[in-house]
């Protein structure tokens, strides 16, 4: 065994997760590599029992049965024609503003994120859908994409959210507050976007020109028909969901299995069932749900290596002698998390980060639930932060060839909406209530 300080094995473990990542090793086997190896020369063949014993508490945990379940819900409704629906009742709706469809895509993108917590389903809908209709009728293609990215990525924060399933077991907190905590500064995002959008739209009307009259010539009554009834799918799912955690009906994973069982009954009356269906949903969801288990039981182990090892109490120490006082420190952390997300996928940094930084909520004197969805609410630049954005990449690899949407196309158009998910932060920072203030109404 070897004799290392704290400091020196901070540096070590989280430089060589760092050094992996960017050498281009799946984020697992870095992750795991590092607190495997170190573990083993710091504490000898014990360190395989502190790691078996960390996998085992996370792969029993009871909460964690909803993440395959969420899953499969919004892979199974990746299959129904609820967002096709919707999206042709906002096209009439919106359609004759300056920017209306980028409009009605980010609005079906958080009527969608209600119903999918999953980004690559939210946002390949949104870009076989919106993408086509905004670039055929002469949108600027970077607003067209940044709209469908930051519409698609809303589904990760609003509930119900396969990243607040996770982050309840990491931080030990109710995963059911954590979905209602989450509800408001999910829609002050997509009041920024929406209002961005009207904004940029206003001020250079050739980058979103209205629908043309003929287009959306459609009696009053047949629209609001078409509106009504495209909504009330989502509703009553998002009813059978989140109303059963709101009331007190059922915990999470209980209400996980109802929102499976409502999808597959949205799917049958849509028609869109079938053995070919399920069987493909089916796979899609153990495929996704063991990479997660696999991330989260590497770093899972690796965090109880890293704290073991007294870690965990350097990173503490640097970050509470910040200069600025507690919220000095808070804006570290908040820093600290941003840049990570230019390198590390959302998942690597809920499971390594969380229970690292999770203990410093009390010791600033701040709410534990605000602290973590503070840390919820950062992370959504991650998705459109390259080189690690997920949603960019989905966008890019969904949009149909014959658009000419580039890469720069879709970089160019994310970079304001990673703006203004900075400004939605510092709103929930300056009034907490808007994340505090649905939780305290939950009925126990």
Not at 209 to 224: A, C, G, N, Q, S
Not at 365 to 393: E, K, R, Y
Not at 399 to 425: E, N, Q, R, S
Request: hydrophobic share 60%; proline share 7%; aromatic share 10%.
């Amino acid at each position: 065994m070897i004799e290392l300080s704290p400091e020196i094995l901070t540096v070590v473990m989280l430089g060589g997760i760092m050094v992996g990542i960017l050498s281009g090793f799946p984020l697992a086997i870095p992750v795991g590599a590092m607190g495997l190896i170190l573990g083993y020369l710091l504490m000898g063949p014990s360190v395989l029992n502190l790691m078996y014993t960390r996998l085992f508490f996370l792969i029993t945990s009871y909460v964690l049965l909803a993440v395959p379940l969420f899953i499969f819900m919004g892979e199974m409704l990746e299959r129904s024609a609820i967002a096709d629906k919707m999206f042709d009742a906002l096209y009439l709706w919106l359609g004759g503003l300056r920017g209306g469809l980028a409009l009605a895509t980010v609005l079906l993108g958080t009527i969608l994120a209600a119903c999918v917590g999953i980004i690559g389903a939210s946002v390949t809908m949104l870009s076989l859908i919106a993408l086509p209709a905004m670039v055929k009728r002469g949108y600027s293609k970077s607003l067209a994409a940044g709209s469908i990215c930051a519409g698609g990525t809303l589904g990760i924060l609003i509930p119900p959210s396969i990243m607040l399933v996770i982050y309840g077991p990491m931080a030990m907190m109710s995963v059911g507050k954590l979905f209602m905590a989450a509800f408001i500064p999910g829609f002050v995002l997509s009041g920024l976007y929406c209002s961005y959008t009207l904004v940029y739209s206003y001020l250079r009307p050739e980058a979103a020109p209205p629908v043309p009259v003929e287009e959306r010539r459609v009696p009053l009554l047949k629209k609001t028909t078409m509106l009504v009834t495209s909504m009330i799918p989502p509703v009553f799912l998002i009813l059978a969901v989140l109303g059963t955690i709101f009331f007190g009906i059922a915990p999470p994973t209980e209400a996980a299995a109802v929102g499976a069982l409502a999808a597959i009954v949205l799917v049958i009356i849509y028609r869109r069932f079938s053995w070919a269906v399920l069987k493909d949903t089916v796979s899609r969801t153990l495929r996704v749900t063991a990479m997660i288990l696999l991330i989260g039981g590497m770093a899972f182990s690796f965090v109880g290596v890293f704290l073991s090892a007294g870690c965990g109490k350097v990173v503490e120490e640097v970050i509470l002698a910040t200069p600025g006082g507690r919220w000095g420190a808070f804006i570290m952390v908040m820093f600290v998390l941003f840049i990570l997300g230019f390198f590390i996928d959302w998942l690597g940094i809920l499971f390594i980060m969380v229970p690292i930084v999770s203990p410093l909520a009390p010791a600033l004197g701040f709410d534990p639930l605000w602290f973590a969805m503070m840390i919820c609410v950062n992370l959504q630049t991650s998705f459109m932060t390259p080189p690690m954005a997920h949603a960019i990449f989905y966008l890019r690899g969904s949009a149909p060839p014959d658009l000419g949407v580039t890469m720069a196309d879709i970089i160019k158009g994310v970079i304001p909406f990673v703006f203004l998910i900075l400004i939605g932060l510092g709103l929930c920072a300056a009034f907490p209530q808007l994340i505090l203030w649905l939780p305290s109404k939950m009925i126990k």
